[in-house]
């Protein structure tokens, strides 16, 4: 068996068109995300800081994110599409958890699954399904409309460290 091959454990990676790996980069800061709040919540700091910086993160990162794939990329495959229905549902579920201060412990563990698995719904699944039809033009417009940002992390308090 050759080494080079993919396993359950370890999928090969997938290929990415160029106008869609910014898109990409940000579901990587999204996983580290999750990252921060589970070790947050393993190093017993204060909820309250945790929740603090996802919101943040949410009103910099997420909703602008979220935005985006709605009015560019999610139309390539249509509103009625179930992949699509399936997205814009975890998008509102996503903001809800967000949105919501109440049972901080459950709503930050739930926060850190829901937008885990949603991420990888998104690259394992429908972006590939997006970049299987999108036509050049429609991907152009992605390029244009979203330009390369660098990541600015909130330095204010990183509980993570």
């Known amino acids: ?12 990676p997938i290929k990415r068109d160029k106008a869609l790996q910014q898109v990409s980069r940000e579901h990587h800061h999204g996983l580290l995300l999750c990252w921060k709040i589970r070790t947050g919540i393993s190093k017993n700091v204060p909820l309250e800081r945790i929740k603090r910086y996802t919101d943040w993160f949410f009103k910099n990162h997420l909703i602008p994110h979220f935005e985006l794939e709605e009015k560019l990329i999610f139309p ?22 967000f ?19 949603h991420i990888r719904f998104e690259e394992r699944i429908l972006f590939t399904e997006i970049q299987k039809i999108a036509t050049p033009g429609q991907l152009k417009l992605i390029s244009e409309c979203h330009s390369e940002e660098k990541f600015i992390e909130n330095q204010t308090d990183m509980f993570w460290k």
Do not use: C, Y
């Open 99 to 117: 949105k919501s201060a109440e049972e901080l412990h459950k709503k930050l563990n739930q926060i850190e699954e829901e937008l885990a698995g």
């Open 1 to 12: 068996m050759s080494s080079k091959r993919a396993s359950v454990s370890n999928p090969a």
């Open 76 to 97: 390539i495959l249509g509103k009625d599409n179930k992949l699509i229905k399936r997205a814009m549902t975890e998008h509102r579920r996503l903001f809800r958890l």
